[in-house]
Protein backbone atom coordinates (compact mmCIF):
# COMPACT_ATOMS: atom_id res chain seq x y z
CA UNK A 1 0.00 0.00 0.00
CA UNK A 2 2.73 2.33 0.91
CA UNK A 3 4.35 1.48 -2.90
CA UNK A 4 0.66 2.28 -4.33
CA UNK A 5 0.60 5.68 -2.77
CA UNK A 6 4.71 6.46 -3.67
CA UNK A 7 3.35 5.99 -7.66
CA UNK A 8 0.40 7.63 -7.18
CA UNK A 9 2.40 10.96 -6.29
CA UNK A 10 4.87 10.40 -9.50
CA UNK A 11 1.45 11.28 -11.23
CA UNK A 12 1.46 15.25 -9.35
CA UNK A 13 5.07 15.33 -9.48
CA UNK A 14 5.48 14.48 -13.36
CA UNK A 15 2.70 17.50 -13.90
CA UNK A 16 4.64 19.56 -11.33
CA UNK A 17 7.71 18.92 -13.24
CA UNK A 18 6.49 19.64 -16.50
CA UNK A 19 5.36 23.14 -15.42
CA UNK A 20 8.57 24.24 -13.91
CA UNK A 21 10.07 22.94 -17.30
CA UNK A 22 8.14 24.86 -19.36
CA UNK A 23 8.22 28.11 -17.00
CA UNK A 24 12.21 27.89 -17.87
CA UNK A 25 12.26 26.64 -20.89
CA UNK A 26 9.76 26.02 -23.27
CA UNK A 27 11.64 24.49 -25.61
CA UNK A 28 12.96 21.36 -23.51
CA UNK A 29 9.59 20.58 -21.93
CA UNK A 30 7.19 17.95 -23.45
CA UNK A 31 3.32 18.20 -24.55
CA UNK A 32 1.37 16.90 -21.94
CA UNK A 33 -0.61 14.28 -24.14
CA UNK A 34 3.64 12.69 -24.45
CA UNK A 35 3.60 11.99 -20.80
CA UNK A 36 0.09 10.24 -20.79
CA UNK A 37 1.10 6.66 -20.72
CA UNK A 38 4.08 7.63 -17.82
CA UNK A 39 1.19 8.72 -15.60
CA UNK A 40 -1.41 6.12 -16.64
CA UNK A 41 0.94 3.40 -15.63
CA UNK A 42 2.19 5.13 -12.64
CA UNK A 43 -1.73 5.92 -11.68
CA UNK A 44 -2.80 1.94 -12.60
CA UNK A 45 0.32 0.85 -10.62
CA UNK A 46 -1.18 3.05 -7.30
CA UNK A 47 -4.37 1.04 -7.43
CA UNK A 48 -3.41 -2.01 -7.85
CA UNK A 49 -1.07 -1.88 -5.37
CA UNK A 50 -3.16 -0.40 -3.05
CA UNK A 51 -5.72 -2.90 -3.87
CA UNK A 52 -3.47 -5.64 -3.20
CA UNK A 53 -2.36 -4.51 -0.02
CA UNK A 54 -5.69 -4.51 0.84
CA UNK A 55 -5.95 -7.83 -0.07
CA UNK A 56 -3.23 -9.18 1.46
CA UNK A 57 -4.21 -8.11 4.92
CA UNK A 58 -7.19 -9.54 4.64
CA UNK A 59 -5.58 -12.96 3.61
CA UNK A 60 -7.37 -13.06 0.36
CA UNK A 61 -6.58 -16.27 -1.57
CA UNK A 62 -6.67 -13.54 -4.88
CA UNK A 63 -3.85 -10.91 -3.66
CA UNK A 64 -1.80 -14.00 -2.72
CA UNK A 65 -1.80 -15.11 -6.32
CA UNK A 66 -1.76 -11.71 -7.91
CA UNK A 67 1.13 -10.18 -5.44
CA UNK A 68 3.31 -13.86 -6.54
CA UNK A 69 2.98 -12.69 -10.01
CA UNK A 70 3.56 -9.19 -9.27
CA UNK A 71 7.08 -10.10 -7.47
CA UNK A 72 8.18 -12.99 -10.07
CA UNK A 73 7.61 -9.84 -12.81
CA UNK A 74 9.33 -7.04 -10.44
CA UNK A 75 12.32 -9.57 -9.81
CA UNK A 76 12.60 -10.37 -13.72
CA UNK A 77 12.16 -6.49 -14.54
CA UNK A 78 14.85 -5.65 -11.77
CA UNK A 79 17.94 -7.77 -13.07
CA UNK A 80 17.24 -6.94 -16.89
CA UNK A 81 17.19 -3.31 -15.66
CA UNK A 82 20.53 -3.93 -13.74
CA UNK A 83 22.19 -6.04 -16.79
CA UNK A 84 20.99 -3.34 -19.24
CA UNK A 85 22.68 -0.32 -16.87
CA UNK A 86 25.95 -2.89 -16.44
CA UNK A 87 25.97 -3.10 -20.29
CA UNK A 88 24.99 0.92 -21.07
CA UNK A 89 27.21 2.68 -18.66
CA UNK A 90 30.87 1.09 -18.36
CA UNK A 91 32.11 4.48 -20.28
CA UNK A 92 30.45 6.29 -17.24
CA UNK A 93 32.20 3.90 -14.98
CA UNK A 94 36.14 4.33 -16.69
CA UNK A 95 36.13 7.83 -18.17
CA UNK A 96 39.43 8.99 -18.18
CA UNK A 97 38.43 12.46 -18.03
CA UNK A 98 36.19 14.81 -16.47
CA UNK A 99 32.60 14.32 -17.21
CA UNK A 100 29.64 17.06 -17.78
CA UNK A 101 29.06 19.59 -15.13
CA UNK A 102 32.43 18.98 -13.45
CA UNK A 103 32.26 15.98 -12.06
CA UNK A 104 35.38 13.80 -12.16
CA UNK A 105 35.57 9.89 -13.39
CA UNK A 106 35.44 9.11 -9.64
CA UNK A 107 32.64 11.10 -8.57
CA UNK A 108 30.94 9.59 -11.72
CA UNK A 109 31.80 5.86 -10.47
CA UNK A 110 30.66 6.67 -6.90
CA UNK A 111 27.16 8.05 -8.22
CA UNK A 112 26.88 4.24 -10.35
CA UNK A 113 27.83 2.49 -7.50
CA UNK A 114 25.17 3.52 -5.48
CA UNK A 115 22.98 3.78 -8.74
CA UNK A 116 23.45 -0.40 -8.26
CA UNK A 117 22.91 -0.68 -4.75
CA UNK A 118 19.70 0.88 -4.93
CA UNK A 119 18.86 -1.22 -7.88
CA UNK A 120 19.80 -4.56 -5.82
CA UNK A 121 17.68 -3.61 -3.07
CA UNK A 122 14.84 -2.32 -4.38
CA UNK A 123 14.48 -4.36 -7.87
CA UNK A 124 15.82 -7.80 -6.55
CA UNK A 125 16.14 -7.85 -2.52
CA UNK A 126 12.71 -6.82 -2.10
CA UNK A 127 10.93 -8.43 -4.69
CA UNK A 128 12.61 -11.93 -3.28
CA UNK A 129 11.33 -11.42 0.03
CA UNK A 130 8.24 -10.95 -1.31
CA UNK A 131 8.69 -14.65 -3.37
CA UNK A 132 10.00 -16.15 -0.45
CA UNK A 133 6.95 -14.83 1.91
CA UNK A 134 3.94 -15.50 -0.25
CA UNK A 135 5.26 -18.18 -1.74
CA UNK A 136 5.49 -20.22 1.57
CA UNK A 137 3.23 -23.58 2.51
CA UNK A 138 2.18 -21.11 5.69
CA UNK A 139 0.76 -18.23 3.90
CA UNK A 140 -1.12 -20.27 1.21
CA UNK A 141 -2.55 -22.14 4.13
CA UNK A 142 -3.18 -19.25 5.92
CA UNK A 143 -5.48 -18.03 2.78
CA UNK A 144 -7.25 -20.70 2.02
CA UNK A 145 -8.38 -21.42 5.80
CA UNK A 146 -9.49 -17.71 5.84
CA UNK A 147 -11.69 -18.73 2.71
CA UNK A 148 -12.13 -21.88 1.57
CA UNK A 149 -13.87 -21.47 -1.55
CA UNK A 150 -11.53 -21.00 -4.56
CA UNK A 151 -11.39 -17.85 -6.06
CA UNK A 152 -10.94 -16.47 -9.65
CA UNK A 153 -7.40 -17.26 -9.79
CA UNK A 154 -7.35 -20.70 -8.95
CA UNK A 155 -9.15 -21.20 -12.07
CA UNK A 156 -5.95 -20.48 -14.13
CA UNK A 157 -2.47 -21.92 -13.81
CA UNK A 158 -0.30 -19.01 -12.44
CA UNK A 159 2.30 -19.45 -15.33
CA UNK A 160 -1.10 -18.89 -17.59
CA UNK A 161 -2.61 -16.60 -15.33
CA UNK A 162 0.70 -13.75 -15.46
CA UNK A 163 0.92 -13.78 -19.19
CA UNK A 164 -3.29 -12.52 -19.12
CA UNK A 165 -2.43 -9.87 -16.46
CA UNK A 166 0.56 -8.69 -18.85
CA UNK A 167 -1.40 -9.08 -21.95
CA UNK A 168 -4.28 -7.31 -20.13
CA UNK A 169 -2.43 -4.46 -18.56
CA UNK A 170 -1.09 -3.70 -21.89
CA UNK A 171 -4.66 -2.90 -23.57
CA UNK A 172 -5.28 0.71 -21.77
CA UNK A 173 -1.87 1.19 -22.26
CA UNK A 174 -2.14 0.85 -26.15
CA UNK A 175 -5.64 2.77 -26.05
CA UNK A 176 -3.56 5.66 -24.37
CA UNK A 177 -0.60 5.43 -27.05
CA UNK A 178 -3.88 6.78 -29.60
CA UNK A 179 -4.25 10.40 -27.77
CA UNK A 180 -0.69 11.18 -27.59
CA UNK A 181 -0.39 14.28 -29.64
CA UNK A 182 1.90 12.43 -32.61
CA UNK A 183 1.16 8.51 -31.82
CA UNK A 184 3.81 6.63 -34.12
CA UNK A 185 3.70 2.83 -34.67
CA UNK A 186 6.82 0.91 -36.23
CA UNK A 187 5.26 -1.41 -38.64
CA UNK A 188 7.50 -3.59 -41.54
CA UNK A 189 10.03 -1.14 -42.31
CA UNK A 190 8.31 1.88 -41.65
CA UNK A 191 6.83 4.00 -39.25
CA UNK A 192 2.68 5.10 -39.30
CA UNK A 193 1.97 8.42 -37.82
CA UNK A 194 -1.37 9.84 -37.05
CA UNK A 195 -4.65 8.20 -37.33
CA UNK A 196 -3.10 5.20 -39.20
CA UNK A 197 -0.78 4.60 -36.14
CA UNK A 198 -3.91 5.24 -33.59
CA UNK A 199 -6.29 2.62 -35.54
CA UNK A 200 -3.39 -0.14 -35.17
CA UNK A 201 -3.09 0.18 -31.87
CA UNK A 202 -6.67 -0.16 -31.52
CA UNK A 203 -6.46 -3.20 -33.33
CA UNK A 204 -3.25 -4.62 -31.25
CA UNK A 205 -5.26 -3.72 -27.89
CA UNK A 206 -8.41 -5.67 -29.11
CA UNK A 207 -5.95 -9.03 -30.31
CA UNK A 208 -4.25 -8.70 -26.58
CA UNK A 209 -7.09 -8.22 -24.65
CA UNK A 210 -9.11 -11.19 -26.60
CA UNK A 211 -5.94 -13.43 -26.35
CA UNK A 212 -5.67 -12.41 -22.77
CA UNK A 213 -9.47 -13.73 -22.44
CA UNK A 214 -9.30 -16.40 -24.00
CA UNK A 215 -5.96 -17.57 -22.23
CA UNK A 216 -7.64 -17.12 -19.04
CA UNK A 217 -9.94 -19.68 -20.22
CA UNK A 218 -7.27 -22.18 -20.87
CA UNK A 219 -8.46 -22.60 -24.75
CA UNK A 220 -5.87 -22.80 -27.33
CA UNK A 221 -7.18 -20.69 -29.54
CA UNK A 222 -5.88 -17.95 -27.37
CA UNK A 223 -2.64 -18.96 -27.00
CA UNK A 224 -2.46 -19.44 -30.82
CA UNK A 225 -3.95 -16.04 -31.63
CA UNK A 226 -1.18 -14.69 -28.64
CA UNK A 227 1.88 -16.47 -29.98
CA UNK A 228 1.55 -15.61 -33.94
CA UNK A 229 0.34 -11.96 -32.76
CA UNK A 230 3.75 -11.71 -30.92
CA UNK A 231 5.56 -13.36 -33.78
CA UNK A 232 4.14 -11.01 -36.33
CA UNK A 233 4.72 -7.66 -34.38
CA UNK A 234 8.58 -8.81 -33.33
CA UNK A 235 8.99 -9.67 -37.13
CA UNK A 236 7.46 -6.03 -37.77
CA UNK A 237 9.47 -4.44 -35.45
CA UNK A 238 13.26 -6.19 -36.35
CA UNK A 239 12.66 -5.27 -39.77
CA UNK A 240 12.07 -1.89 -38.91
CA UNK A 241 14.58 -1.14 -36.69
CA UNK A 242 16.97 -2.89 -38.38
CA UNK A 243 16.55 -0.02 -41.46
CA UNK A 244 15.81 2.44 -38.77
CA UNK A 245 16.93 3.87 -35.66
CA UNK A 246 15.13 4.73 -32.40
CA UNK A 247 15.95 8.35 -32.91
CA UNK A 248 13.78 8.47 -36.38
CA UNK A 249 11.16 7.47 -34.61
CA UNK A 250 11.56 9.61 -31.57
CA UNK A 251 11.76 12.20 -34.25
CA UNK A 252 8.66 11.25 -36.00
CA UNK A 253 6.79 12.15 -32.65
CA UNK A 254 8.32 15.56 -32.90
CA UNK A 255 9.87 15.87 -29.49
CA UNK A 256 11.01 18.79 -28.14
CA UNK A 257 15.31 19.96 -29.56
CA UNK A 258 16.66 19.33 -26.32
CA UNK A 259 14.49 15.90 -25.37
CA UNK A 260 16.22 14.50 -28.48
CA UNK A 261 19.35 15.77 -28.02
CA UNK A 262 19.55 13.78 -24.45
CA UNK A 263 18.23 10.90 -26.24
CA UNK A 264 21.00 10.82 -29.15
CA UNK A 265 24.07 10.68 -26.00
CA UNK A 266 21.78 7.16 -24.84
CA UNK A 267 24.60 4.92 -24.29
CA UNK A 268 21.03 1.75 -25.31
CA UNK A 269 21.06 3.94 -28.93
CA UNK A 270 24.38 3.37 -29.87
CA UNK A 271 25.18 0.73 -32.43
CA UNK A 272 22.72 -2.39 -32.71
CA UNK A 273 22.32 -2.42 -28.48
CA UNK A 274 18.51 -1.42 -28.75
CA UNK A 275 18.11 -4.50 -31.80
CA UNK A 276 19.78 -7.03 -29.57
CA UNK A 277 18.09 -5.98 -26.73
CA UNK A 278 14.97 -6.70 -28.59
CA UNK A 279 15.84 -9.65 -30.13
CA UNK A 280 16.76 -11.55 -26.21
CA UNK A 281 13.54 -10.17 -25.51
CA UNK A 282 11.35 -11.56 -27.68
CA UNK A 283 13.25 -14.98 -27.79
CA UNK A 284 12.53 -14.76 -24.16
CA UNK A 285 8.89 -14.12 -24.27
CA UNK A 286 8.22 -17.01 -27.16
CA UNK A 287 10.00 -19.34 -25.21
CA UNK A 288 7.61 -18.43 -22.32
CA UNK A 289 4.57 -19.44 -24.31
CA UNK A 290 6.12 -22.37 -25.37
CA UNK A 291 6.26 -22.69 -21.48
CA UNK A 292 3.01 -22.32 -20.87
CA UNK A 293 1.50 -24.69 -23.86
CA UNK A 294 1.52 -27.48 -21.41
CA UNK A 295 -1.38 -26.01 -19.21
CA UNK A 296 -3.19 -24.92 -22.34
CA UNK A 297 -3.38 -28.84 -23.69
CA UNK A 298 -3.95 -30.47 -20.36
CA UNK A 299 -5.70 -28.16 -18.47
CA UNK A 300 -9.33 -29.13 -18.11
CA UNK A 301 -12.36 -26.54 -18.34
CA UNK A 302 -13.31 -25.43 -14.80
CA UNK A 303 -16.73 -24.91 -13.55
CA UNK A 304 -17.25 -20.71 -13.14
CA UNK A 305 -15.03 -19.43 -9.32
CA UNK A 306 -16.52 -18.43 -6.42
CA UNK A 307 -16.01 -14.85 -5.29
CA UNK A 308 -12.72 -15.39 -2.79
Known amino acids: ?53 IGSITARRWARAL ?12 VCMTGVMAIA ?34 FIAVPLVWILFYQSRNVKATCEARHPAPGWTDRCPLPVLAVCIWLGFSVPTLLVMCFMAHPVMALFGTFLTGAPAAIVYVVMAAIWGYGAWSLYRLEPLGWWIVTIAMCVMSASSLITFSRHNMMEMYQQMQMPAA ?27 LGYLLFIRRYIRSQPQLPPAAEG
Do not use: D
Request: glycine share 8%; aromatic share 10%.
Open 1 to 53: MLLGCLCGLFVPLMLFGQEVNAAKNPAVGMPLSTLLPAMAMYGGLAVVLIWLG
Open 89 to 122: LPNALVAPQPSVHGMTPAVMAGIMVVTFIFLFIF
Open 67 to 78: LLIFSWSWLVMG
Open 259 to 285: QLNLLQHSPLLEGNRMLILMCVSIVVF
